[in-house]
């Protein structure tokens, strides 16, 4: 088995659908590691477990793993995504990429690509729109995501390839294909991901920009806004902490609700680095709390280790529990109104009121309106800080 490159490889999502994914692993070292790449975008690889010809990936936060045995040209074996329900499995190979080589050319297409944004009408939705689009000519590819109310599928890398687009995202975390085909002036399309037992079909509606038009989704409040927002968790270290501790009494608080399984709270994370490292001296304190996909303590504390070392995360970590129903509703459905979202991040008054919830996050693929965020983000912290 090479000890270091790149490798190309697929994910057999179900009958014809074939995802893509490419990974740099370097295997030499007493801990190996590893990225996934989708364009430009480089995702770790947690735990990566080699004993002779076995390679198992862990992706512990997530409650999946890949594991395979190279037969001297190709390492092959099953996706697997275990849930309490049962665990899905799918069949992948990957092979070593000679150096240097690049992607092949996209076949010879006069497809006009799909730039622009789009409103995605999904036709299983009770309340179609919700979800926007948008597109971009990188190189040779096109680049994209879907936004939705709690925030975006993250990077999408595509090409033509005759009469439609495929575009592809594979993370560990995320499994997802897009397929794209011209219908008259708009685009009709297939989404498939390993989270969904069958394709969704969906069709995109030109619209303008994103940034402009009025906020999609519903809305969560603070049920009393004259009461303290409360919780509790377990630390990385075992300690149990509450926001009654003298530690955060007179501070302000951006609270972050997440889960280690959750995309758009891995995107987030930096962000809320950034708040706490530039205003911490001013008596801010960030607080993460994690619903995880399991309801083990030991488990919990163990993922959000690997959160807290992939990000270099000072700020506070704890463990809330599982994301089952009873735990949920008794955590934050009794203090919150319309909880939908991992993340829903609130920014905290000294007093212990919330001042502003926001829900979901647009990542970095979503360009401006992930800049457009972080500086939301700040000028909430600087009113927090200052009273206003």
């Not at 994910?11 to 740099?24: A, D, I, P, Y």
């Not at 092949?104 to 036709?123: D, T």
């Not at 190189?139 to 939705?148: D, K, M, N, Q």
Request: with cysteine; net charge negative; glycine share 12%.
């Amino acid at each position: 088995m090479p000890e270091r490159g790149v490798w190309r490889g697929t994910v057999e999502l179900g009958g014809e659908t074939l995802l893509s994914f490419r990974m740099n692993l370097d295997l030499s070292g007493a801990e190996p590691r590893g990225h996934f790449l989708v364009g430009e975008e480089q995702t770790p690889i947690p735990e990566i477990l080699r004993v002779g010809d076995s390679l198992t990936f862990n992706f512990s936060e997530y409650g999946a793993e890949m594991r395979g045995t190279w037969n001297g040209s190709q390492w092959s074996g099953e996706y697997i995504r275990h849930r309490s329900g049962g665990s899905k499995s799918f069949r992948f190979s990957a092979s070593p990429s000679p150096a240097g080589a690049e992607d092949a050319a996209a076949e010879a297409s006069s497809l006009k690509l799909p730039v622009g944004n789009y409103a995605v009408h999904f036709q299983d939705e009770d309340r179609p729109g919700q979800t926007l689009a948008k597109f971009w000519e990188s190189g040779r590819s096109i680049h994209g995501t879907f936004i939705a109310p709690d925030g975006d599928y993250g990077l999408l890398v595509g090409k033509p390839a005759g009469s439609r687009i495929q575009m592809e995202r594979f993370t560990g975390w995320q499994a997802i294909v897009i397929m794209l085909e011209p219908a008259g002036e708009t685009w009709s399309g297939q989404f498939f991901a390993a989270s969904n037992d069958k394709p969704r079909s969906f069709v995109l509606q030109p619209r303008g920009d994103l940034t402009t038009n009025p906020k999609i989704g519903p809305t969560t409040t603070i049920k009393n806004p004259a009461a303290p927002f409360s919780f509790s968790g377990l630390s990385v270290s075992g300690e149990t902490v509450r926001s009654t501790d003298n530690r955060f009494k007179g501070k302000a608080l951006i609270v972050d609700i997440m889960g280690t399984w959750c995309h758009n709270c891995l995107d987030a994370a930096p962000v809320l680095q950034k708040l706490q490292d530039d205003f911490g001296k001013d008596r801010l304190e960030v607080v993460g709390l994690s619903f995880e996909i399991s309801d083990d303590p030991e488990l919990g504390r163990k993922n959000l280790k690997l959160y807290k070392d992939r990000f270099g995360l000072t700020y506070t970590l704890l463990f809330c529990g599982g994301l089952d129903d009873a735990n949920v509703e008794k955590r934050l459905h009794s203090q919150l109104h319309n909880f939908f979202a991992y993340p829903t991040t609130l920014f905290i008054r000294p007093n212990g009121t919330v001042k502003a919830i926001h829900s979901g996050f647009r990542g970095p693929g979503t360009g401006e309106e992930f800049q457009l965020q972080v500086q939301e983000f700040r000028e909430l912290t600087e009113q927090l800080l200052s009273g206003r």
